[in-house]
């Protein structure tokens, strides 16, 4: 059960029972924010599931003003919670699994194509080799186009490879550089009549 079915599943307005949070909740929970160490049990559970609701709510991309009207707290408590030591590396920590989880699942889909891609050029490979060697003059000829033109000193058409980017430019930085040129025009001009 998650933070959230728990907090609209209450029966009591912003107070949760002890046995309705799950003991993996709990036990996560606590170790997260030692901090909370000492207090009643209900008050630990609580504001436990409090900032993992909040936690939940970041990750998902809301901004901070939504997640305090999402949650029903005030900015004060929103910072308070924010300021929080433990919250913020339970933050890092979870953003860092999630970045690493994400990372791993591209490079195996990067993998994955490359490794196929390989193994399909050398069967191919092999079978333009047989077709070079077949009796009829047509599919010899065309085993022979198609394997120089794999080769980029030989091929027909060649790959243009180009880095493009994109230049925001406004209207202030435009005058600018146009006042710049001014000068540099007008320094030029100096130095050759001097």
């Known amino acids: 059960m998650t933070a959230s079915l728990v907090i609209k599943d209450s029966e009591y307005r912003g107070e949760l029972k002890v046995e309705v949070v799950s003991e993996l909740v709990e036990q996560k929970s606590f170790e997260a924010y030692p901090d909370l160490e ?63 989880e994400v990372d791993e699942d591209l490079a195996a889909l ?18 333009i080799e047989s077709l070079m060697e ?25 790959r243009l490879e180009t880095n493009s980017r994109e230049v925001r430019v406004n209207i202030d930085l435009l005058a600018r550089a146009d006042q710049a040129a001014k000068e540099v025009h007008e320094s030029n001009e100096r130095a050759r009549t001097s």
């Open 38 to 100: 000492g207090k009643p049990a209900a008050v630990q559970v609580r504001v436990a599931l409090r900032r993992e609701e909040l936690l939940r709510l970041l990750l998902a991309g809301h901004r901070l003003k939504e997640c305090a009207s999402l949650l029903r707290w005030s900015t004060q408590t929103m910072r308070n919670e924010l300021a929080n030591v433990y919250f913020r590396k339970r933050l890092q920590s979870v953003s860092f699994e999630i970045f690493k």
């Open 110 to 127: 990067k993998a994955d194509p490359a490794i196929r891609l390989a193994e399909m050029a050398d069967k191919a490979l092999d079978e």
């Open 134 to 158: 077949s009796g009829d003059e047509r599919i010899r000829l065309r085993a022979a186009q198609d394997t120089l033109d794999r080769n980029t000193l030989t091929s027909k058409t060649r």
